[in-house]
């Protein structure tokens, strides 16, 4: 070929164009404002050298009228293509908010329809960072139809490959529900906003002043809305987390989740199991601690982390092999289940359950939590979430009962009869309808009234309910509970229970799909 | 397969009070830390502790705290807080910093029914996220109500063996 | 008289401090098992337990009477002793073992009672020629009377509530103007905290030394002095550091206020251990305000400079055995610190830390002494105090032992949670203590900084928490992922996905 030949020379022309739309000018523009460019995010996600871009020299679609600025800028504000991370294909899209506020128009919306296509077809985790002003208004319905392309391409591929959101800029009206359809949502803190409607029509229609971030910052979503699934405090961060996340995942629902090489294998009994969980099954601890004792040193990887904090959830290695936890947080709201901790519990066993990873319970829940508010907001729909998500999880599914296992909490958390392959107990372990003092008010009403001295018998009564109806044994002797185990062993008991349960595979009856009560 | 890269890029840890650390060349013989070569090992001893040898000195150290980047490290058992920022991020700090508004106030209420136990601060009192300020007893058990912030007590609006309702204001925490 | 089994109603260090005497005098030592720390380092050294533990009451074990009491009676337990704290200086106590037959380590129910309430104690002592500060006669009824008896000690006074202790219903008055709010809110938090409103005032002495006196009786009408503890550095009343003896006493008035001691111990015919704290003003003016009759946490640095223990010598006396030394023979010799190492956070205003401590590492020395109640992997809990130890170290004089301290706090290694060890490193190495010109003010107004730091500390966190933040990184880069293995799915499961 001739590389001074005209062909050649626009080549290199249109590259050196490119390069400079995405030069200096550029990241100078994002940096001050305390973001990286659409580019440098891609950078530091992908492996050294492995990404390739596709679509770079897109034009923007020209608009109806002369309303607005015109744009002659590349790729009409998104960067879309394919790399490695960690060895392992993924495809990216990156709105580019150099361009138009990485505003989307019809062919900003065609090139993400068209990388989510692909990493369906391919069967690798698509991953999309945000940073858009929304919709571009001089298109109008165009790019309305274009969101409206890629929900649905979202919709399509969940549950076949994972999708993950990162916001890094604004998102922001229509913007938002592509995000929250994807199965994890990051944020970064201060920079990235998500709202359905902003501050300024907040102001307009109701009169209130919001600022963005109390509207819709990181931190609302993390702790308030849950939208946010992971936040950190800067980009950087942002996407190491986004690495560390996809090491937990398979790359499609085909595959199984991937191992780690150099993994913990040691299956020595853990004495401090036995300090961390008071006896007194009114006194709280942290699960987190038993959680870190159980995995793998160092791995375990936290989900919603500051949303719903009465249940803990996050992804594990167990020699080496990813594994989903739900465990009750006995240090917030004494463990009770709410509306907050179902929801977030359910949407993380469904993503476990389409993704072929095994699910571990650890269980220290005195019920849900009573109040007319939960009542009033639906507990009983929301619970409902739950005890669908564990009952429908085909995935291998083990319990550890700690302590406290009472009434409809009981059964919801994964028991014996509702789908539980492998439900192990603690000495500990209170199994029964309710509480020991709950229960010797009904049983013994009368006795309690006629009585001299009422506060001592329900004591010595409470303590007789224990000895007899509320223990692991009873449930272990009507097989309710495979097996009472030591709670120093509990690492290497899930392990071989995991081992067992490899090839565990149910059939479940044929249908469009059930109807989870949403 | 580097996809960040450490080794070359200098990092700053960074003090709540803002002074800056910048280290570099870490895990090499050429350690900088403010421009200045210095020579620190780290040790595990055989008693599980950890310390760092200084100048012929050494030093009880010891990790209480970490959080993504944010850690809290005791040196001879006095805490100290630093975020670990790559120039980038530190530029982006500062520019937060700058457009930060001033000594919000932030509520600390009841998330349910109960009674208190014990009150863990007074006015006036540093608190840090995740901080253990008052312990409220509900459905039997005691929980910990946690800082939501890191900041500094202004008013405790309750006392111990006070029940309270859901949502009742416990205390104000200015940042 | 002699006993052969003893019940130690406490906890923690002085549980374990209790033993070893007990050991060394041939009785037989039973513990109490609470369901708060059902592990405890504390309960493998009484020769038997006795589990509370099994069922939750409602009165926290230490202070539950008849439960102790009905235990040492199923147990045929001949004595308790009650440590500090809890039932110590419990007159109701003490009473309930002499009904019921049971020797209690400490002096009689009556004169626990006497000298537990302010009014009498200082009736006491006037009688016995003590030096006393100025004020009213028993409680002021009201502000009129208050300022009457204010205006005619003169400003500023203090107003005390008469069952108070541990600085709660206190309050100075600096002016006349002030005076009926404050009585106001002395009586309101007296009543709160005591259930019992009365107050007295008297003469507020600034920036006072808290001087103490450890002294012995027996039933036989003997009576020695161990010579002073130094405890002004306090804290919101709490005491911290300790020393023995005070660089503030020389003999002459060392002499004069141990004999004052003796007398407030023979005008109650006192027997076994207690201690009679003084207030020393800026012109070496004492006062006695008060006295304890149970065993003192500090009371280490006396043993340490007598050579005597002390809790022998209380159960000695507690058994009517006649004291087996007289003033004479009582040399003090050399000088002792003592370090009140707790689980809190100086930098957050001395709250308590709670957590586990993973590893505790003391320094070794001849002259260090440490009485702890706690090993490796105790957990440091929000029902008890907060102590982790107390160090106790020695010096041939004041400025060696000073020294002496601060080298061994600096090998005081203590994983897991945060101590005070910074703030002893810091007030040892404050100039004003180490002249000696320091009172109860010291920490408030002497005091810099409330933890010590070395001047590369910080560098050296820094140094740290980058360190350990890139080798997370570069474990995390390192951990690679087998892909290959996720793909490798048995036929079984494989033909079966694919339907």
């Given amino acids: 070929m001739d590389i001074n030949g005209k062909l050649y020379r626009k080549f290199l022309e249109r590259n050196a164009a490119y390069e400079q739309q995405n030069g200096k000018d550029a990241a100078k523009k994002q940096h001050s404002k305390g973001k990286l460019t659409a580019r440098e995010r891609i950078e530091l996600l992908f492996d050294a050298g492995t990404f390739d871009e596709i679509d770079a020299f897109t034009r923007t679609a020209p608009a109806e009228s002369n309303f607005g600025k015109v744009v002659t800028a590349y790729g009409d504000g998104v960067i879309i293509g394919h790399g490695k991370i960690k060895g392992r294909t993924a495809f990216i899209y990156s709105q580019d908010f150099n361009v138009m506020g990485g505003s989307l128009g019809s062919v900003h919306a065609s090139k993400i329809a068209k990388i989510q296509d692909m990493a369906l077809k391919m069967g690798a985790p698509i991953i999309g960072i945000i940073d858009s002003g929304g919709a571009r208004i001089q298109e109008g319905v165009a790019s309305l139809a274009g969101y409206a392309g890629i929900f649905r391409r979202n919709v399509f591929s969940s549950g076949v490959i994972p999708q993950i959101s990162v916001i890094m800029g604004p998102a922001a009206g229509g913007a938002v529900y592509s995000p929250s359809i994807t199965d994890?949502?990051?944020?970064?803190?201060?920079?990235?906003?998500?709202?359905?409607?902003?501050?300024?029509?907040?102001?307009?229609v109701l009169n209130e002043d919001v600022s963005f971030d109390e509207l819709g910052g990181a931190e609302v979503h993390m702790k308030k809305s849950g939208v946010a699934n992971f936040v950190y405090e800067d980009e950087e961060n942002t996407l190491r987390g986004v690495i560390k996340l996809l090491s937990y995942l398979p790359s499609n629902n085909m595959e199984n989740p991937p191992a780690i090489e150099a993994c913990d294998t040691n299956i020595e009994p853990a004495p401090q199991m036995l300090e961390i969980v008071p006896d007194d099954p009114n006194k709280p601890y942290d699960i987190k601690e038993v959680i870190r004792l159980l995995v793998d040193k160092d791995t375990f990887f936290e989900y919603a982390e500051n949303y719903a904090q009465n249940i803990v959830v996050g992804f594990g290695r167990l020699k080496g092999r990813t594994i989903g936890i739900i465990a009750n947080q006995?240090?917030?709201?004494?463990?009770?289940?709410?509306?907050?901790?179902?929801?977030?519990?359910?949407?993380?066993?469904?993503?476990?359950?389409?993704?072929?990873?095994?699910?571990?319970?650890?269980?220290?829940?005195?019920?849900?939590?009573?109040?007319?508010?939960?009542?009033?907001?639906?507990?009983?729909?929301?619970?409902?979430?739950?005890?669908?998500?564990?009952?429908?999880a085909t995935v291998p599914k083990v319990t550890v009962i700690l302590r406290k296992s009472y009434g409809g909490a009981y059964c919801v958390m994964n028991s014996k009869n509702l789908g539980g392959d492998f439900n192990f107990a603690w000495p500990t372990a209170e199994i029964a309808v309710m509480g020991p003092e709950g229960a010797v008010s009904i049983l013994y009403r009368k006795e309690l009234i006629e009585s001299e001295d009422p506060a001592k018998l329900k004591k010595e009564l409470a303590k007789?309910?224990?000895?007899e109806i509320a223990n692991p044994y009873v449930a272990d002797e009507k097989g309710f509970i495979d097996e009472v185990i030591d709670p120093a062993v509990t690492r290497r008991k899930i392990i071989y229970a995991f081992e067992a349960l490899e090839n565990k595979h149910v059939t479940s009856p044929s249908r469009k799909h059930g109807n989870i009560p949403l | 397969m580097k996809n960040i890269q450490h080794k070359e890029t200098e990092f700053i840890a960074l003090t709540p009070k803002n002074t800056r650390y910048k280290i570099k060349n870490l895990f090499t013989d050429s350690l900088k830390i403010n421009h200045k070569k210095l020579d620190i090992q780290i040790f595990d001893d055989e008693n599980g502790f950890t310390y760092l040898?200084?100048?012929?000195?050494?030093?009880?150290?010891?990790?209480?705290?970490?959080?993504?980047?944010?850690?809290?490290?005791?040196?001879?058992?006095?805490?100290?807080?630093?975020?670990?920022?790559?120039?980038?991020?530190?530029q982006r700090k500062k520019y937060l910093d700058k457009q930060k508004p001033k000594n919000k106030v932030e509520v600390v209420q009841a998330p349910m029914p109960g009674k208190i136990i014990d009150v863990l601060v007074e006015p006036g009192a540093e608190v840090k996220t995740g901080e253990a300020v008052i312990i409220l007893e509900a459905m039997k058990m005691q929980n910990e109500i946690v800082s939501p912030?890191?900041?500094?007590?202004?008013?405790?609006?309750?006392?111990?063996?006070?029940?309270?309702?859901?949502?009742?204001?416990?205390?104000e925490i200015a940042r | 008289m002699k006993i052969k089994s003893l019940m130690i109603a406490n906890r923690g260090e002085i549980a374990i401090r209790i033993c070893h005497t007990a050991k060394k005098m041939g009785i037989k030592t039973y513990g109490i098992k609470t369901s708060k720390e059902p592990n405890a380092y504390y309960l493998s050294f009484p020769d038997e337990i006795i589990d509370f533990s099994d069922d939750i009451e409602d009165i926290p074990e230490f202070l539950d009477v008849e439960r102790l009491i009905n235990a040492a009676k199923a147990h045929k337990i001949e004595a308790i002793h009650p440590g500090y704290g809890f039932l110590a200086e419990s007159p109701y106590f003490a009473n309930r073992c002499e009904e019921e037959k049971i020797l209690f380590i400490g002096p009689s129910a009556d004169i626990i009672h006497k000298m537990g309430n302010k009014t009498i104690a200082k009736q006491l002592a006037k009688k016995y020629n003590v030096p006393l500060l100025k004020g009213s006669q028993g409680n002021v009824k009201n502000p009129e009377e208050a300022r009457k008896i204010a205006k005619s000690i003169g400003y500023p006074v203090i107003l005390k509530a008469a069952a108070g202790g541990g600085g709660r219903g206190m309050r100075i008055v600096e002016k006349d103007d002030q005076l009926e709010k404050m009585f106001r809110l002395a009586t309101s938090e007296a009543e709160k905290a005591f259930n019992d409103g009365s107050v007295f005032i008297e003469k507020y002495v600034r920036n006072p030394r808290?001087?103490?006196?450890?002294?012995?009786?027996?039933?036989?009408?003997?009576?020695?002095?161990?010579?002073?503890?130094e405890c002004s550095v306090q804290r919101k009343h709490q005491k911290l550091l300790e020393e023995a003896p005070s660089s503030a006493l020389d003999e002459k008035l060392r002499t004069e206020m141990g004999e004052a001691a003796i007398r407030i111990a023979q005008s109650v015919k006192y027997y076994t251990a207690g201690t009679v704290e003084f207030l020393l003003d800026q012109d070496r003016n004492y006062y006695f305000m008060e006295m304890n009759t149970r065993i003192q946490v500090e009371h280490p640095v006396t043993e340490l400079v007598t050579g005597l223990d002390l809790i022998e010598l209380q159960i000695l006396t507690a058994l009517g055995e006649k004291l087996p030394i007289g003033q004479s023979d009582i040399k003090l010799t050399g000088w002792a610190i003592e370090c009140r190492i707790n689980a809190e956070d100086v930098q957050a205003g001395f709250s308590p830390f709670l957590g586990t401590i993973e590893k505790i590492q003391y320094p070794k020395s001849k002259n260090i002494r440490i009485d702890s109640g706690i090993t490796d992997k105790s957990v440091v809990t929000p029902y008890f105090d907060s102590m982790v130890a107390?160090?106790?170290?020695?010096?041939?004089?004041?400025?060696?032992?000073?020294?002496?301290?601060?080298n061994a706090l600096q090998k005081f290694w203590v994983k897991g949670i945060k101590t005070t060890i910074p703030f002893h490193k810091a007030v040892l190495s404050n100039e004003k203590f180490k002249k000696g010109d320091f009172n109860t003010s010291f920490i408030e107004t002497e005091m810099e900084s409330l933890f010590y730091q070395g001047g590369d500390d910080e560098m050296l966190g820094a140094f740290l928490a980058t360190f350990d933040f890139l080798a997370t990184l570069e474990t995390e880069d390192s951990r690679t992922v087998d892909f290959e293995k996720g793909r490798n799915i048995s036929p079984w499961v494989l033909n079966k996905r694919l339907k």
């Fill in chain 1, 184 to 204: 994890f949502v990051f944020m970064t803190n201060k920079t990235s906003h998500m709202f359905v409607t902003g501050p300024n029509v907040v102001k307009e």
């Fill in chain 1, 330 to 392: 006995p240090k917030v709201l004494a463990g009770t289940l709410d509306i907050n901790s179902s929801t977030k519990a359910a949407r993380f066993i469904r993503f476990c359950d389409s993704f072929n990873i095994p699910i571990l319970t650890l269980e220290d829940v005195p019920g849900f939590l009573p109040g007319i508010d939960q009542e009033h907001n639906g507990i009983i729909r929301h619970g409902a979430k739950l005890l669908y998500a564990y009952a429908d």
């Fill in chain 1, 464 to 467: 007789r309910y224990r000895e």
């Fill in chain 2, 53 to 90: 040898l200084y100048k012929n000195k050494k030093y009880h150290a010891e990790i209480i705290e970490k959080n993504q980047n944010k850690y809290i490290v005791l040196i001879n058992g006095v805490s100290y807080t630093f975020t670990i920022e790559t120039p980038f991020s530190y």
């Fill in chain 2, 149 to 171: 912030v890191d900041g500094k007590i202004v008013k405790v609006y309750v006392r111990q063996n006070d029940i309270v309702n859901k949502d009742d204001l416990f205390l």
């Fill in chain 3, 210 to 229: 808290h001087i103490e006196f450890q002294v012995f009786g027996d039933q036989h009408g003997n009576y020695i002095h161990l010579g002073e503890r």
């Fill in chain 3, 390 to 406: 107390k160090l106790i170290v020695t010096g041939e004089d004041r400025e060696k032992a000073i020294a002496n301290t601060f």
